[in-house]
């Protein structure tokens, strides 16, 4: 059973435009969120993240949102370059015997059309 | 630059021969992480190590084994790979304190004959 659910396996936004990204997670106990950003061939690179304590995260282009009583969380990158095309994962993490542990979705592709 | 630094990027196996693959980070931190993530799926967290304490994920078949010999590498060991064992195999680190980001190396994309 998925904890973490990203629906949308792909994305085409274009350049300019907004592009929002969709989480949603079942487990009430997770209390951090994070996005990253894959090229391929490449590792996961760290995006933004949001802890459980705030409903928004803003870092120059990207924007977290974070809905708690609805288990929601959105990525909204504006204006939305061609460099942006890439998969995007969330996750969300909770403490387990003193470490955080990291669930991923299985990750949007957003194609961004120039 | 401090970085997570996986080798090789790419590995080929037999069927059943055993591999290595490594990690190494100069980021200092005290948590590193072994993913496994195959084509359009999510990574999936085979274990970690908290400093030298191994925490297995309940799900990681036995065939899969990890070392940490110090703080700055940590090796994932397939003992017998099988065909479905072919994935990319991700190395993550993180400091062990919250908040707490991960931070990944590029990936070693194991193939099985």
Redesign the interface.
């Known amino acids: 059973d998925q904890q973490v659910k990203q629906n949308s396996p792909s994305l085409s936004v274009q350049e300019g435009r907004i592009s929002i990204l969709n989480c949603d997670y079942t487990n009430s106990m997770f209390d951090y969120f994070l996005w990253y950003k894959k090229y391929p061939a490449e590792g996961p690179t760290f995006l933004i993240s949001i802890s459980s304590i705030k409903d928004k995260n803003e870092d120059g282009r990207f924007t977290v949102f974070l809905n708690k009583s609805a288990k929601h969380l959105s990525l909204h990158i504006v204006p939305s370059q061609p460099g942006d095309s890439a998969v995007y994962f969330c996750a969300a993490s909770e403490v387990t015997s003193g470490t955080y542990k990291y669930i991923f979705g299985t990750g949007t592709r957003l194609k961004v059309l120039a | 630059d401090a970085m ?1 630094i ?1 080798n090789p990027r790419y590995q080929v196996t037999q069927f059943g021969k055993p591999v290595t693959l490594s990690c190494s980070q100069t980021l200092n931190h005290n ?1 590193m ?1 072994w993913y496994q993530q195959k084509s ?4 999936k ?1 085979l274990f ?1 190590y ?1 400093d030298k304490d191994f ?1 297995n994920e309940a799900d990681t078949p036995d065939n899969f084994q990890s070392r940490r010999p110090n703080t700055s590498f940590c090796f994932l060991d397939i003992r017998s790979p099988g065909l479905g064992d072919a994935a990319m195999y ?1 190395c ?1 680190t ?1 400091a ?1 304190a ?10 070693t ?1 194991l193939t099985v004959l």
């Open positions: 997570v996986q948590v992480y359009s799926q999510a990574p967290l970690h908290y925490n991700l993550a993180s062990g919250a908040p707490d980001t991960q931070y990944f190396g590029p990936g994309r």
